[in-house]
């Protein structure tokens, strides 16, 4: 079992920055990839971003690319989402996984194994 809590989320102007982050439960954080997805409201939950179990690779969605990224602590069991140039169509309900296994390109919600609460972001105009 692992638990995720986000924290970070918040108002922020447009172009302003945030940085989110997710504490892991137990022991095994670093058999896990860890990735990022968001929901607006009446969408679908939509993949963001990943990171592979080492931290050395990564993996986007187009949306992001240049302003996003990602990072993790394996020794704080912490992985971060560093949010740059926000817009307001980035306004969603983010939500830290965890995948068991390699593969950091997977991008389907039901590709992921464990979820934390959810952290709203809301850039305004």
């Known amino acids: 079992q692992v638990q995720l809590v986000e924290s970070g989320g918040g108002l922020v102007q447009a172009g302003g920055s945030l940085r989110l982050s997710c504490a892991a439960s137990?022991?095994?954080?670093?058999?896990?990839?860890m990735g990022w997805f968001r929901q607006a409201p009446g969408k679908e939950r939509e993949f963001v971003i990943a990171i592979n179990l080492s931290g050395s690779s990564t993996y986007y969605a187009d949306s992001v690319q240049g302003r996003f990224t990602i990072s993790r602590d394996n020794a704080k069991n912490t992985v971060y989402l560093q949010m740059n140039s926000l817009k307001p169509e980035d306004t969603a309900v983010y939500y830290c996984?965890?995948?068991?296994?390699?593969?950091?390109?997977?991008?389907?919600?039901?590709?992921?194994?464990?979820w934390g609460q959810g952290t709203q972001v809301t850039v305004s105009s």
């Open positions: 996984a965890a995948r068991y296994g390699y593969d950091s390109r997977r991008t389907g919600p039901d590709e992921y194994d464990y």
């Open positions: 137990g022991r095994t954080f670093s058999r896990y990839v």
